[in-house]
């Protein structure tokens, strides 16, 4: 491979086909920035939306898309005090976010969104935007925490706190629900999975499922999540799905329960009556990744914890399209593409 040249996706259009292979220099990094070689790009649900011209109607081509890589830091600008060349990083997705309250307003500078991406051989980021990789992962593990699992983290750690022994219900087996398993395997949460797939939920009992259903055969999977707690329902909902699926969130939990909106899977909206909010004080909150401090926590829990991230298949850097269609298949665990 030649390493003189920076090789990248790019698209030039919106569809799976106008994503175009497309050569350039290697950059050079301005004060504060990195130059970050990257080694594992992994996929996320949002990054076909963006390919497909659902998420970002109003996209500026050409754009290199995706969000989550891992790379090497090769050279630093001027003025760079928190990293050196040599050190294995990662991005934080949304660059302006490193701790506290959210930005005024979010998404103004996010990797893949309103940033260029990372499906480039080298990529610049902000020193402030930058987390160390967690040592004991390979290249195609450590690229899948910057979204699927940071927004699993802080779902379950940030927003609110675990606590032992209560339920929480994670909807299907995509990469932010397999990291929310195993996060709350590791915390001591009773996990209830959902899935299309027999095989899957088996799967993902052996990666620590308190409790499995498939809302494939039993579409009234709420009613079957309340039998599994003897009535009383769920204390936590991660809501993947959207739509009346939530209605069916809302009927699942206990009182005083929590419902975290993640996903939108099935539909760009969510439906609701009021009243079962009022009876059992139910929470809601919107999830949007999350921060950086929150982010290194999680590399160093990870590292604890001793989690591997659960990676389906890597792909090679020519092979981009038969990565995003493998992820369009419903993969058990992320797909990941490598530079080398
Ligand atoms: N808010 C945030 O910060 C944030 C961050 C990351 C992702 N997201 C969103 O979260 C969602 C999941 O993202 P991802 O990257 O994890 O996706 P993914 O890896 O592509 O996950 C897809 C999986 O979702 C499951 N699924 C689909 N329809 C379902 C349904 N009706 N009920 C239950 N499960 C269903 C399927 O699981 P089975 O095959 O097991 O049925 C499918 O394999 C997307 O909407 C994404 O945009 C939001």
């Known amino acids: 491979m030649n390493r003189d040249i920076n090789r990248s996706w790019q698209m030039t259009g919106f569809g799976l086909s106008k994503l175009q292979p497309a050569q350039g220099k290697i950059p050079a990094p301005r004060p504060h ?7 594992a790009i992994s996929l996320n649900y949002k990054d076909r939306m963006i390919l497909d011209g659902v998420l970002i109607p109003d996209l500026v081509f050409p754009f290199v898309p995706t969000s989550d890589a891992v790379g090497e830091v090769v050279a630093v600008g001027g003025g760079v005090s928190r990293f050196q060349a040599g050190q294995r990083v990662l991005g934080q997705v949304i660059a302006d976010w490193p701790d506290g309250d959210a930005p005024p307003v979010l998404h ?3 990797l893949g969104l309103s940033l260029p991406g990372t499906l480039s051989d080298y990529v610049l980021l902000h020193e402030d935007a930058v987390v160390l990789a967690p040592p004991s992962l390979s290249d195609a593990e450590a690229s899948t925490l ?51 797939s027999d095989d899957k939920l088996e799967r993902a009992r052996k990666l620590g499922a308190w409790q499995v259903i498939n809302y494939r055969t039993q579409p009234a999977w709420d009613e079957a999540a309340r039998d599994l707690t003897g009535g009383t329902g769920v204390n936590h909902i991660l809501e993947m799905v959207g739509g009346d699926n939530a209605r069916r969130s809302l009927d699942a939990l206990a009182a005083d329960g929590r419902l975290s909106v993640i996903g939108l899977l099935g539909s760009m909206e969510l439906s609701f009556p009021i009243v079962p909010f009022l009876r059992n004080r139910i929470v809601v909150q919107g999830i949007s990744i999350g921060h950086r401090r929150a982010f290194e926590r999680m590399n160093q829990a990870i590292e604890v914890l001793g989690i591997r991230p659960v990676v389906d298949k890597v792909f090679g850097f020519e092979e981009v399209e038969q990565a995003f269609q493998h992820l369009e298949k419903g993969p058990f665990g992320k797909v990941v593409v490598a530079t080398s």
């Not at 920035?33 to 080694?39: A, D, G, P, S, T």
């Not at 983290?153 to 609110?160: I, N, Y």
């Not at 929310?180 to 299309?196: D, E, H, K, M, Y």
């Open 108 to 110: 103004q500078h996010t």
């Open 33 to 39: 920035e990195l130059l970050v070689r990257i080694k």
């Open 146 to 196: 910057p979204i699927a699992a940071l927004t699993a983290w802080f779902a379950l750690a940030e927003a609110t706190k675990p606590v032992p022994g209560q339920t929480v219900l994670i909807q299907g087996t995509g990469g932010v629900s397999l990291f929310a398993l195993q996060f709350a395997a590791a915390f001591g949460l009773r996990a209830i999975v959902t899935s299309s």
